[in-house]
């Protein structure tokens, strides 16, 4: 079964509107982080922001912010008044820390942003 | 600020050939990842030292080999490569543990690797 299932293999939004970025996941494990990576066109993983299982708050970066429903476990990245160099895949990713006891990050099939003008 | 550092970030090589892959993590990082990212892909964990010390280990191919020196950076070896080694590899680099929580991954440029 898929650990981080994102339905939207694309989206178009016009530039200035927000977006949301849907991301579910699946795990049993009591402890977890989640993440929001960014691959534009050249190739480069940037990382944008981190929400942990037992976090209170949503995660906030800038524009960039974690819609974290953990009863539905769903992570969300919602891009607030999004801009042209927006535009590129984004990668949901999940680690899980506590059964597991290990490194790797495991990451879902991706979503491709295009911003238009 | 400073990032992770790949060399080379282009590769190009013959079936059979080897490969070296070099990885320089973000200063005071002590914990290297590599993962494989193949074309229309998500990337895959292929290992990861701590230390110095191999502590995971994920679908790296029996032909792949990898080491973090005293200095923290790392290098993935590759031999005999095969057609579907052609992908894009990524170092990425994280803080020490504290209390055994990991920190956040940060990821290199990659080195795109292409076997012809």
């Known amino acids: 079964a898929q650990k981080i299932t994102q339905t939207q293999p694309g989206m178009f939004v016009q530039e200035k509107e927000a977006v949301t970025l849907d991301c579910t996941y699946d795990?049993?494990?009591?402890?977890?982080?989640l993440f929001w990576y960014k691959q534009p066109s050249s190739g480069e993983m940037i990382f944008l922001i981190y929400q942990g299982s037992y976090d209170q708050q949503n995660a906030t970066e800038g524009r960039y912010s974690l819609n974290f429903q953990k009863a539905r476990k769903s992570a969300n990245l919602v891009i607030s008044a999004s801009q042209l160099g927006d535009s590129a895949m984004y990668f949901c990713a999940m680690r899980e820390d506590f059964m597991n006891r290990d490194d790797k990050i495991i990451f879902g099939k991706g979503t491709r942003l295009h911003i238009l003008p | 600020a400073a990032g992770v550092i790949q060399s080379p970030r282009h590769l190009i090589k013959e079936k059979r050939e080897t490969a070296t892959l070099k990885c320089y993590p973000i200063?005071?990082?002590?914990?290297v990842y590599w993962y494989q990212q193949g074309p229309g892909q998500d990337p895959q964990f292929l290992i990861s030292f701590y230390e110095k010390m191999q502590s995971d280990k994920g679908s790296i191919p029996d032909r792949f080999s990898a080491q973090q020196f005293s200095d923290y950076h790392s290098e993935l070896n590759m031999s005999s490569l095969e057609l579907g080694d052609s992908a894009l590899y990524f170092c990425?680099?994280?803080?020490?543990?504290?209390?055994?929580?990991?920190?956040?991954?940060?990821f290199g440029p990659g080195t795109r690797l292409l076997v012809l």
């Open positions: 200063p005071r990082h002590d914990t």
């Open positions: 795990t049993s494990d009591p402890s977890y982080g």
């Open positions: 990425a680099s994280s803080l020490p543990r504290l209390a055994g929580v990991r920190e956040t991954q940060y």
